[in-house]
Every structure is written in structure tokens, then in C-alpha cells.
């Protein structure tokens, strides 16, 4: 694993702790995200709780790299899940949604997860449109 995806993973597991809630979770390692990119000269700046056509609302935006934030713990390690399943849904929608508004598609798209045994991300390829 690359050094910069193990660090994430790390801070990942590090910003979830037992009983945190999604807002804290999600600032903790936004922060982490924010200096990662600036130290590669990446303007990285999030766009939180955007309304997107119908699908409703994506929790961040970063130009078109598009994040769906869950609490710790919510997601399962399989995507047949009833969470997962639904975190991939809202994901797809957003997707759609905003390729339809700005006729271009997200460069990527995930649910981020993080459990006391692992941080991750439910499965790319059942997430991909």
C-alpha cells in the first residue's frame, strides 16, 4: 500500500472513535484531506450538504470528486447491506444528478467508512455509474 494511502487510512481510523458522530468524523478527516492537498498544491475546497436535482443532498463536494460521509461503524464490510446499499444509492443518484446539471461526470465517487477493525470504502465497482 502507498505511503500516502496508508497515512489516509490512519487518520481515517484515528478521526473514529467509538460513538463519534458523522459532523466530527467528517471534520477531523476533511482536515486531514485539506492539508494532504495543499502540501501537493491542490486547492481543495469542499462544498458541504449541496443539493443536487432530486437525489437530494451530497454531503461534500470537492470540484467534481464527490464524498457521501457515514458515522463510523454504519457501514458493513459486504454491499448487499441494507446501509451500504443505500449509502450506494445516494451516491449513484448524486452522480446522475450532477452529470445531468453540468454535463460532465464526477471524477470520483465513494462512501467512506471507517470500523474499529478498518477505514475503507464500500466496494468501487458497485458504486461506479
Request: hydrophobic share 40%; aromatic share 8%.
Amino acid at each position: 500500500m502507498d505511503t500516502k494511502a496508508r497515512d489516509l487510512a490512519a487518520a481515517i481510523k484515528h478521526a473514529s472513535k467509538d460513538g463519534i458522530l458523522e459532523k466530527p468524523f467528517r471534520a477531523a478527516v476533511e482536515k486531514y484531506l485539506i492539508g494532504v492537498a495543499e502540501a501537493e498544491g491542490i486547492d481543495l475546497v469542499p462544498h458541504t450538504e449541496v443539493i443536487l436535482g432530486t437525489s437530494g443532498r451530497a454531503d461534500t463536494i470537492y470540484n467534481r470528486f464527490i464524498l457521501e460521509w457515514k458515522q463510523p461503524g454504519v457501514l458493513t464490510a459486504t454491499n448487499n447491506s441494507t446501509a451500504n446499499s443505500k449509502a450506494i444509492a445516494q451516491v449513484k443518484g448524486y452522480v446522475e444528478d450532477f452529470w445531468f446539471s453540468n454535463r460532465q461526470s464526477p471524477a470520483l465517487e465513494g462512501v467512506v467508512d471507517a470500523r474499529k477493525s478498518s477505514a475503507g470504502c464500500a466496494n468501487w465497482p458497485q458504486i461506479q455509474t
